[in-house]
């Protein structure tokens, strides 16, 4: 499976739950980046946010045959990570992603948006 189906699958795992804004971001072109690819979206609650990592991690055992490394923030639910290695997963409670403003850090990367219309 390539990163662009795993991507797929993040994304529509997002979507499935509800998430918001859900975007890929490609930083392989950028050499201080730790990972191939992010991909963001958020929440309006820490319930939805556990759900849409919960879910993440159970489209991608199932479609992917892919665990995560780790993850992290489960505890608070404010931003939880999911790191699959070449893809890092961010799960933002809304207020937290508009405070950390991850995509600006990265703006150079190539942007790939995905919406429930596809």
Do not use: P
Not at 75 to 91: C, F, K, Q, S, T
Request: proline share 0%; glycine share 4%.
């Amino acid at each position: 499976m390539n990163h662009n189906s795993e991507l797929d699958v993040i994304a529509d795992a997002m979507l499935e739950k509800k998430g918001n804004n859900v975007v890929a971001l490609d930083l392989k072109n950028i050499g201080t980046a730790i990972s191939d690819y992010f991909i963001v979206c958020s929440a309006d609650s820490t319930t939805n946010v556990m759900a849409i990592a919960d879910n993440i991690e159970d489209r991608m055992a199932e479609k992917c045959h892919r665990k995560a490394l780790r993850s992290q923030g489960r505890e608070n639910a404010l931003w939880i990570i999911v790191d699959y290695g070449d893809i890092v997963v961010h799960v933002f409670q809304t207020q937290y992603r508009e405070f950390y403003r991850l995509e600006d850090l990265w703006a150079d990367a190539e942007r790939t948006e995905y919406s429930g219309e596809n």
